[in-house]
């Protein structure tokens, strides 16, 4: 079984600074990976991307079920090739006492533990936050499941979609007269993915101000995603407001939606400060607007929104995208195009910010281009130094070199080295 962990290693050691003298961000910090899919294994990518050693722990049958999900290249998942990217595979079946051991070696050498099995499953296993910490008390486990760890919905199935269900988010998605809309893309896991990088780094920081104790992350999915719903819940409590679907509309600024122009593109506009809302009546040349009491400010235009998107269509509508999209630019309108994927991968200033970065992986023997990573830190910048892994790519390297197992025992056990 091919070994890619110490190429990967010297690219990663190249992740710094502009000197490239400076440690990644994250670097020394080593995470074991359980999670499955698409919320927890989000966390490892994001510490990943800034320099953590992150270790992701599969099924030798078949690995992380990410691998055959969404579309495939010569038989190989491309969604993991993303997911996993900067990330070590090594397989262990924790049906088995030596997949059991394997994962507590690993767990013994780690600053963080992620996992996303249904509560009380890694109990089941006997690899529990009490038997972890007999080996290792600093351990951090994030336990990441689609309902928590408590709660009387603890031991229900969880996913994205379910989150995105009730936390109000479909409620609110689409348009008045059809029925509710789910995202077309994993919304919820992936906002896990934010939440649950942040909790561990502050509980990495709580653990180094607080005497060198590790605690458990409970991180509920519904959740992560609950605080990006706004103010839905104050607005219901104190003036028992609901909010319903409304198409592109936001109930907080008006105008602001997205508009057909000449060429049948799309152009989105959020112009509910008074100085934007006079520069997009500029652009669009309807200086009427400016002097109609009903738009006169926010609040106004709020209450008379129907009436001001009744005159904004058909301005949009006589003009197609490139034109206005220059017009409103030169006006200081807040717009942009609504791009599809290829649109947006072609745009220069995407290209100029580095947006869009190129790895070549070996599996598929290609130039793999994905998402680069979130944001610039100015002195450690983060990397994609390496795709998604080969199904047990890095068990040599991990299970014999770095946790002393002998290849014997490792045959013995059907582990493939």
């Known amino acids: 079984m091919g070994d890619r962990s110490v190429n990967v290693e010297a690219k990663s050691a190249a992740i710094g600074g502009a000197t490239g003298t400076r440690r990644p961000a994250l670097g020394g910090i080593r995470v074991v990976e359980l999670a ?66 394997i994962v507590r070696r690993l767990a013994a050498t780690a600053d963080v533990v992620t996992e996303s099995f ?35 919905y603890r031991e229900r199935a969880g996913f994205g979609s379910l989150a995105e269900a009730m936390t109000g988010f479909a409620y609110t ?9 789910l995202p077309s893309f994993a919304l919820a896991d992936t906002t896990t993915g934010f939440a649950g990088a942040f ?11 607080n005497g060198g104790a590790g605690q458990v992350v409970d991180l509920a999915i519904y959740e992560s995603l609950l605080t990006l719903m706004g103010p839905h819940v104050i607005d219901h409590q104190l003036l028992g407001v609901v909010q319903e679907r409304a198409g592109s509309r936001l109930p907080l600024i008006a105008p602001r939606g997205a508009y057909r122009t000449r060429d049948d593109k ?27 009491a009903r738009f006169a400010d926010n609040q106004m235009r709020l209450k008379h929104w129907e009436a001001l998107d009744a005159l904004l269509r058909p301005a949009f509508a006589r003009i197609d995208q490139e034109t206005a999209m220059a017009s409103l630019r030169r006006h200081g309108a807040p ?83």
């Open 266 to 292: 799309w152009i989105a506009i959020s112009a509910g400060a008074d100085a934007a809302f006079k520069g997009l009546c500029t652009a669009l040349e309807l200086p009427a607007l400016l002097s109609d």
């Open 173 to 181: 998605n689409g348009f008045p007269d059809r029925p509710p809309l």
């Open 118 to 152: 249904r509560p009380g499953t890694l109990e089941r296993w006997q690899l529990g936050i009490d038997v972890l910490r007999e080996r290792n008390p600093g351990l951090i486990l994030v336990r990441v499941s689609g309902f928590g760890q408590t709660g009387p």
């Open 199 to 209: 909790l561990t780094l502050a509980a990495l920081e709580a653990r180094r101000t």
């Open 335 to 417: 717009a942009a195009p609504i791009y599809n994927v290829a649109d947006f991968t072609a745009d220069p200033h995407v290209r100029a910010r580095g947006d869009v970065v190129g790895v070549w992986d070996a599996e598929l023997d290609c130039e793999l281009r994905m998402q680069n990573v979130v944001g610039r830190l100015s002195e450690t910048p983060g990397a994609v130094v390496a795709a998604g892994p080969a199904l047990g790519a890095d068990n040599r390297r991990i299970l014999i070199d770095e946790l002393a197992f002998s290849e014997a025992e490792l045959a013995d056990a059907g582990v493939a080295v």
């Open 36 to 101: 499955n899919y698409i919320a927890g294994p989000s966390i490892g990518m994001l510490l990943a991307d800034y320099g953590a050693t992150v270790i992701k722990v599969e099924s030798p049958e078949g690995g992380d079920g990410i691998r055959t999900w969404g579309n495939r290249k010569n038989d190989v998942g491309l969604y993991h090739k993303v997911l996993n990217r900067n990330k070590r595979s090594v397989t262990a079946d924790l049906r088995t006492a030596i997949g059991r051991e």
